[in-house]
């Protein structure tokens, strides 16, 4: 089995620099990005590693891509002959992987098409086929259809396998695929989520067994600049969403939505404070955020809080925060902006 670990987005915002140093020191196949860019950074760190693009290579970015060596996302035979047309003008071989569509909708040509397109593309002379893939829309909620999907794609793998055309790599799983399916499809897997450490959460059930494995890579931490006792009826912060309902000790913290800690976190999420939960107060603002810190002794500022991560004894993941906001843990990791300064720590860190 191998794996193809996705790093788009800034590695999940882990920085895309830095994963991909550690990867390239710990161990990889392939790494998985959206875009060129994305793709020419991973170069910047080391040459000579195989790059998916999940993405659609626009036109304009198909001679880039021959170029750079990235492997794209194929689903037509117009795209493949993009590809072989300008592998061929550049004198070389562009190796490419095939999107099917089994119902994710995005990208990929239909089952119904798809034995066509790989004979054709297997035809063209400055192309090889690597790769055939589809992706799963609801591996995490929805075991039946995601079967469903399994099957189209076997449908497409048997009437390839009759003709000899199945190419050497074959994938399906993304994070919630290879945390649920008791069969993986194919020779490769496609995690991004997971290789953070964070269980895509949804209907499917994870055991606690399951759970124990991972452990998430980040934490987002700020700290306290203030603290003040105010009176019952007090209102705080932008459009006055909250006022106390009696005399509370409140502590500004330095992080707001600046720093990637959702607006939606208003008067929703907690954080930790000397390993104690303390709710969010009123609007998240650009750079800070309230916080209720009563029923904490001593907190002065300086004192670390945690958004997301452990402390003490408490701890905040990112799937609880994402759900506190109406998001996804995805969109909490994305959304962390460059303000926010980043520790790599352990003998990896690059
Ligand atoms: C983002 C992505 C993945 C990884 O998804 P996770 O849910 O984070 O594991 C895999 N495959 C494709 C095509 C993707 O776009």
């Known amino acids: 089995m191998k794996i193809v670990t996705v790093v788009k987005a800034d590695a999940y915002g882990h920085g895309l620099k830095q994963i991909a140093a550690l990867l390239m020191q710990s161990g990889t196949d392939i790494f998985g990005v959206a875009n060129l860019a994305e793709a020419q950074s991973i170069r910047c760190v080391g040459h000579g590693w195989p790059i998916l693009m999940l993405g659609a290579c626009l036109p304009h970015e198909v001679e880039a891509a021959v170029r750079d060596e990235v492997m794209p996302t194929i689903s037509s035979l117009a795209e493949a002959k993009a590809f072989n047309a300008a592998a061929g003008r550049l004198g070389k071989k562009s190796a490419v ?8 909708g995005r990208l990929g040509a239909p089952v119904a098409g798809a034995l066509r397109l790989v004979a054709a593309v297997t035809a063209l002379p400055h192309l090889s086929l690597a790769g055939l893939y589809t992706h799963y829309a609801a591996a995490e909620d929805d075991a039946a259809f995601t079967a469903a999907q399994q099957e189209r794609l076997a449908v497409v793998l048997a009437a390839l396998q009759a003709r000899g055309l199945v190419p050497p790599l074959v994938h399906a799983a993304n994070s919630a695929g290879l945390l649920h399916e008791r069969r993986i499809v194919g020779n490769v897997v496609r995690p991004g989520l997971l290789v953070y450490g964070v269980v ?5 059930r994870v055991s606690a067994a399951q759970r124990g494995v991972f452990h998430p890579a980040l934490s987002l931490m700020c700290r306290v600049s203030f603290v003040k006792d105010v009176p019952k009826g007090t209102p705080l912060s932008y459009g006055h969403t909250f006022t106390t309902p009696r005399a509370m000790r409140v502590a500004t913290v330095t992080a707001g939505y600046g720093d990637g800690f959702p607006r939606a976190a208003s008067n929703r999420a907690e ?4 390993g104690r939960r303390c709710r969010v107060l009123g609007r998240v603002t650009m750079d800070q955020t309230l916080v209720d810190v009563s029923g904490v002794r001593g907190v002065k500022p300086e004192d670390e809080v945690v958004l997301i ?3 003490g004894r408490g701890q905040i993941t990112v799937a609880e925060l ?11 990791l994305t959304n ?3 303000r926010v300064p980043r ?3 352990g003998s990896h860190a690059a």
């Open 336 to 338: 962390i902006t460059y």
């Open 271 to 274: 954080v930790l404070v000397r």
């Open 343 to 345: 520790l790599y720590r």
């Open 97 to 104: 992987h095939l999107k099917v569509d089994t119902g994710m």
């Open 309 to 311: 991560g452990r402390q």
């Open 322 to 332: 994402a759900a506190a906001c109406g998001t996804i843990p995805w969109e909490i």
């Open 200 to 204: 895509p959460p949804g209907r499917r």
